[in-house]
């Protein structure tokens, strides 16, 4: 009787030991799987760009309508006008040539054109007129053999005296007709404003003072 007791008893801890041992294996299998799962998470990380850092610039100012510059002002303000040199000596050539020239072809209005307006003045339009319609044609071949400074001149006027201020005395060569006789002469030029003009005392002889 004693050892069927001790063998019930080792049979019911027996029992209660697989009990135990299925009890505890069915809680790890539904713990396993019964576990929520945790997502896995990549973070994507961006590469830097390659950015060049934005630098300020100070805003220009606008210039003012009235402040601006056209380029004609520009021009104006950047170019200096060009002035002509004069060959003075070259005109008085060449007014010498158009004065023999007019003598020669008989042309009394550019003699009379070019006489200086102060001898019309000085002597009376008329006895200048006279003068030059008795004289024309007594020369040919007129040339300059060269113009001197520029200096004043003065001419006399009957009792009076004419000054000019811009004169050239020229050493003149022309033939004389109709005895074709060369003399070397001054001949008197003025220069009025650019114009080249030339002088006489109409035939009229300085009266003494």
């Given amino acids: 009787m004693k050892n069927n007791a001790i063998l019930a008893t080792t049979v019911a801890i027996a029992v209660i030991a697989t009990a ?6 069915s809680r790890a299998i539904f713990a396993t799987d019964t576990a929520p799962s945790r997502p896995v998470v990549i973070e994507q990380v961006e590469a830097p ?3 060049i850092p934005a630098v300020s610039l100070p805003a220009m100012p606008t210039p003012e309508l009235d402040d601006q510059i056209e380029p004609e002002q520009v021009l104006e303000a950047t170019v200096p006008a060009l002035v002509p040199v004069r060959d003075i000596e070259t005109e008085i050539a060449l007014f010498i040539s158009s004065f023999s020239e007019a003598h020669t072809n008989g042309d009394l209005s550019y003699l009379l054109e070019t006489l200086h307006p102060s001898i019309y003045e000085a002597f009376g339009e008329q006895a200048c007129i006279d003068y030059t319609e008795a004289t024309i044609g007594s ?10 400074p520029e200096l004043p001149f003065t001419l ?9 201020e811009h004169s050239y005395s020229v050493a003149a060569q022309w033939t004389e007709t109709p005895t074709d006789t060369t003399n070397v002469v001054t001949f008197h030029v003025v220069d009025t404003d650019g114009t080249l003009a030339w002088l006489t005392t109409c035939g009229i002889k300085a009266v003494d003072a």
């Avoid at 006399?156 to 000019?164: D, I, K, R, S």
């Fill in 156 to 164: 006399p006027a009957g009792a009076e005296q004419l000054t000019f």
């Fill in 20 to 25: 135990v041992v299925g009890l505890v294996a």
């Fill in 139 to 148: 020369i040919t071949d007129m040339t300059s053999l060269g113009a001197g």
């Fill in 49 to 51: 760009a390659n950015t």
